[in-house]
């Protein structure tokens, strides 16, 4: 999928909207971001919003970030400020006015609502961080882009006798054979 700005700019707003402004920091929404584009990929073949993620510190950060929280700040859509959390600074994102929906599928918000859920309630900004720090992370270099196909290589699994033989027939039939 071709990166899309206003989609982008459009989905920070709504997880701005979604979440708890206490529940919500920089690295959350970063985090919430990644996961909504790299699995919206893996269950639906498309990112939502096409977004280019590189490494950083926290893992995967997506590369139109500060832009799209300056814009909805300029536009008064999102108040930013820095908040004390627990003694640790944090951002805290206020929505102002409703985010617009119009260019996203139910499946799409649906997904996002889900993670923004998850990572929010289930989470702290260290571990959820911990959790985006996975093999391809580490093999990245700072600043390097994190495609969304390596979300299927992030995690040490086990390929299955099943996996082989899908993989085998899947080439016979490609091939002719």
Known sequence: MKFDYEKFKGLVHYICYKADRNDLGATKLNKILWFSDALNYVQFGESITGEVYKKESFGPVPSHILRALDELS????????????????????????????????????????????????????????????????????????????????????????????????????????
């Not at 108040?79 to 260019?103: C, M, S, W």
């Not at 900004?125 to 390097?144: C, K, M, P, Q, Y």
């Open 74 to 177: 300029a536009e008064g859509k999102v108040f930013i400020r820095d908040a004390n959390y627990y003694g640790y600074q944090k951002k805290e994102y206020v929505t102002l006015k409703r985010p617009n929906l119009e260019h996203f599928s139910p499946e799409e918000i649906s997904l996002v609502d889900e993670l923004t859920q998850s990572v929010c309630c289930g989470h702290t900004a260290r571990s959820i961080s911990d959790l985006t720090h996975d093999n391809v992370w580490e093999l990245a270099a700072f600043g390097e882009e994190i495609p969304y196909y390596t979300i299927f290589a992030g995690r040490n699994l086990k390929v299955t006798q099943e996996d082989i033989d899908w993989a085998h027939q899947s080439i016979s039939e490609d091939c002719g054979l």
